[in-house]
Structures are given as structure tokens and as C-alpha cells.
T-cell receptor
Framework: EAQVTQNPRYLITVTGKKLTVTCSQN?????MSWYRQDPGLGLRQIYY???????DKGDVPEGYKVSRKEKRNFPLILESPSPNQTSLYFC??????????????FGPGTRLTVT | AQSVTQPDIHITVSEGASLELRCNYS??????LFWYVQSPGQGLQLLLK??????LVQGIKGFEAEFKRSQSSFNLRKPSVHWSDAAEYFC????????????????FGQGTILTVHP
């Protein structure tokens, strides 16, 4: 089954404790992206990757790191989480963002709470 | 910097009524525009997109949108709303990165919650 998986789905952590949210897709997609969703703010892009070893900043990259060493994986790293990073995080992938089939496939989301 | 504004936070319509959700964007170059829908607890699903050509684009589930460059708008419409259309709708614009080498940067609007009354 074609899908984007994220782990963990729920995480409660404390300020300053490094964490990684994994994202994996099995569709051989070139494009992958991370978003955070906060009430009233919509989705805001954190980082995206056009292909392996190619990453770029979205609108809210501060406090986050990513890497794209393999095509299927795009982990999101919070080196020193802070309470303002409490949010719902989505990973998405697409064959190519501007070429057919255009569709971004979204993971189920990771709800992160930083206390 | 690019931005997307959805002026209506919440819209309520009756089932069978027509619908228009507004979206305004700010971007200096040619925009690549999208509408997504999100059902509660779910990820986003692409409804339609505009890249170039005909300014009226058709999407899934009976939705359409019209690109108006002069008004910097990309409004979403549906002639007759169904109860299953109740969801949150997001407009988004894809823009170039700082080097102009890719168009993977996506900026979303704040979203419009649609409630459908029977």
C-alpha cells in the first residue's frame, strides 16, 4: 500500500531534550516536506527536499533540522525543543511538486507536546 | 515575501447551496496555486491546482477555481454543496527558493472551516 508513515504519532517531551520524528514513504517520491499545523495559522512549511541530499528552508525553519540521505526517508530533528514547538506535524511526499501527478501524499501527523 | 490570505475563517452554508471560498495571494512572479481540503483528523487532499493556461480549473468532488491575476485571487467554488464537503479548506502557493532553482516552497493560507447545514 502506498503511504507516508510518521513515527511517533504522539510525543510528550521536555524542553531541551533532543528528539527525532521519522518520515518514510514507499512511493519512490522525489519531493518530501515537513509542515507544522497550529490553530488559526494553517500549515506552515518547515523544510522541504526536492531530492536526495537537496534540502531547503520553508517559512519556519528555525529550531529544526532535516536530512535526506535516502530517497524514502526525511527525518525531522529538534535539537533543543521548546514549548513553542508544541504542534501537529505533517510529513508529505510527492513525485514532483510541479509535475504530474502533483498530488502530495500526507502522513497521519505527529502530535508533539513540549513541556 | 509571498503570502496567502483566506479572509473567511469560518463559512456556513446550507446543503445544496452554492459555495465560494476566497483566496488572495501575494507573489511577484508567476504563481503556482493549489486548493487542499482537510477532514478532521486527516492529512490534506489536493482538490485542484493552477499552473498556467485556462484560468478556470476543474478539480475533484465537483470543485472549480478561477485564477484572476488582476485581483491576485484564486477563489474556490462549488455550485451545490453536499454535507460531506464539511471540512477545512486551504489555499496554497508554490514559490521559488532563494536561488530560483526550485519551486518546492509552499505557503498556505490560514484555512477556512466549512460547516454545512442540512
Amino acid at each position: 500500500e502506498a503511504q507516508v508513515t510518521q513515527n511517533p504519532r504522539y510525543l510528550i517531551t521536555v524542553t531541551g531534550k533532543k528528539l527525532t520524528v521519522t518520515c518514510s514513504q514507499n512511493m519512490n517520491h522525489e519531493y518530501m516536506s515537513w509542515y507544522r499545523q497550529d490553530p488559526g495559522l494553517g500549515l506552515r512549511q518547515i523544510y522541504y527536499s526536492m531530492n536526495v541530499e537537496v534540502t531547503d528552508k520553508g517559512d519556519v525553519p528555525e529550531g529544526y533540522k532535516v536530512s535526506r540521505k535516502e530517497k524514502r526517508n526525511f527525518p525531522l530533528i529538534l535539537e533543543s525543543p521548546s514549548p513553542n514547538q508544541t504542534s501537529l506535524y505533517f510529513c508529505a511526499s510527492s513525485l514532483s511538486i510541479l509535475a504530474a501527478p502533483y498530488e502530495q501524499y500526507f502522513g497521519p501527523g505527529t502530535r508533539l507536546t513540549v513541556t | 515575501a509571498q503570502s496567502v490570505t483566506q479572509p473567511d475563517i469560518h463559512i456556513t452554508v446550507s446543503e445544496g447551496a452554492s459555495l465560494e471560498l476566497r483566496c488572495n495571494y501575494s507573489y511577484g512572479a508567476t504563481p503556482y496555486l493549489f486548493w487542499y481540503v482537510q477532514s478532521p483528523g486527516q492529512g490534506l487532499q489536493l482538490l485542484l491546482k493552477y499552473f498556467s493556461g485556462d484560468t478556470l480549473v476543474q478539480g475533484i468532488k465537483g470543485f472549480e477555481a478561477e485564477f484572476k491575476r488582476s485581483q491576485s485571487s484564486f477563489n474556490l467554488r462549488k455550485p451545490s454543496v453536499h454535507w460531506s464537503d464539511a471540512a477545512e479548506y486551504f489555499c496554497a502557493v508554490a514559490t521559488a527558493n532563494a536561488g530560483g532553482t526550485s519551486y518546492g516552497k509552499l505557503t498556505f493560507g490560514q484555512g477556512t472551516i466549512l460547516t454545512v447545514h442540512p
